[in-house]
């Protein structure tokens, strides 16, 4: 009877990850959910204090790696049907840590979550670092505007949103995926806006913000052939709930050290 109305009974409750359940295992059975997660800390500053420009390979700092496995911690009890994580060192990193020891799948790499790329930072006069850096996002939505001199953000927003949306597709139950801030900010942006058009993305951007190592959940019903998407949680660091020492934004923090402020 209760398979016939669209719900399942299971154990766990709101633990197992199910997409419901109010505490007595009721899970709709035409409900899935989306783990979105932002990779954790890393320092894009060598130990010499020289900026990093090459950023592919910048690796966990220490307290990444711990919130990495807060992050596991809490989800320890989530089965996922797969795992799917930029190719970049910090967000693959990041999912291994958070997948742990659990028996998994491999993890899937898609280029296309890949992080929107910057131009020539030594190009940017000094006098204008800190508004195309820190700022950056803030006129994502700007025609013909580009991250810092590099990728244009709409062919940016259009190449996420490429690889997001067939990921609707498919039989599981609970995803994962580990990628960055700005490609974050396209997903979420993407679902809040119903999909909607590459521009009314892009000027949610500055709105979106993604601490590092922040957990995201959106959940996908399947009903009658139509595909609704609500965003049920975002940008939560279980390492600061109540954000405390998260006082910069991540653009802000990302960039402080170069900029000698923070």
């Known amino acids: 009877m209760a398979k016939e109305a669209g719900i399942e009974r299971g154990g766990g409750g709101d633990g197992d990850g199910g997409g419901g359940g109010d505490g ?11 783990f979105l997660l932002r990779h954790a800390e890393v320092s894009y500053v060598t130990a010499a204090g020289e900026p990093v420009l090459e950023t592919d390979s910048v ?8 919130q990495a496995k807060k992050v596991g911690a809490e989800l320890r009890s989530v089965m996922f ?5 930029s190719p970049l060192l910090r967000t693959l990193e990041t999912a291994k840590i958070v997948v742990g020891e659990r028996e998994q799948g491999q993890i899937e ?9 910057e ?10 670092k800190r508004r195309e850096l820190s700022y950056a996002y803030e006129r994502a939505g700007d025609e013909g505007a580009s991250y810092a001199g590099g990728d244009s953000y709409v062919s940016f927003a259009e190449r996420v949103r490429a690889v997001f949306f067939p990921l609707l597709e498919g039989d599981w139950r609970n995803l994962l995926i580990v990628s960055h801030d700005a490609v974050n900010r396209v997903i979420l ?3 809040l806006v119903g999909g909607g058009d590459v521009a009314s993305v892009l000027r949610m951007l500055p709105k979106l913000e993604q601490d590092y190592c922040c957990l995201n959940l ?8 139509e595909v609704l998407l609500r965003v049920k949680m975002m940008n939560v660091t279980g390492y600061d709930l ?7 934004t991540s653009m802000e923090r990302a960039f402080a050290e170069w900029l000698g402020v923070g």
């Open 242 to 248: 109540g954000k405390r020492r998260l006082c910069l």
């Open 24 to 34: 007595d295992g009721v899970v709709p059975s035409f409900r899935s959910r989306i």
């Open 218 to 225: 959106i959940e996908v019903d399947r009903r009658g052939g």
């Open 59 to 66: 690796p966990l700092t220490k307290a990444g790696r711990e």
């Open 119 to 128: 131009g020539d930072y030594d190009s940017i006069p000094e006098r204008s």
């Open 81 to 85: 049907d797969r795992v799917i994580s």
């Open 189 to 191: 942006g993407s679902v």
């Open 109 to 117: 790499t898609l280029s296309g979550l890949r992080e929107i790329m």
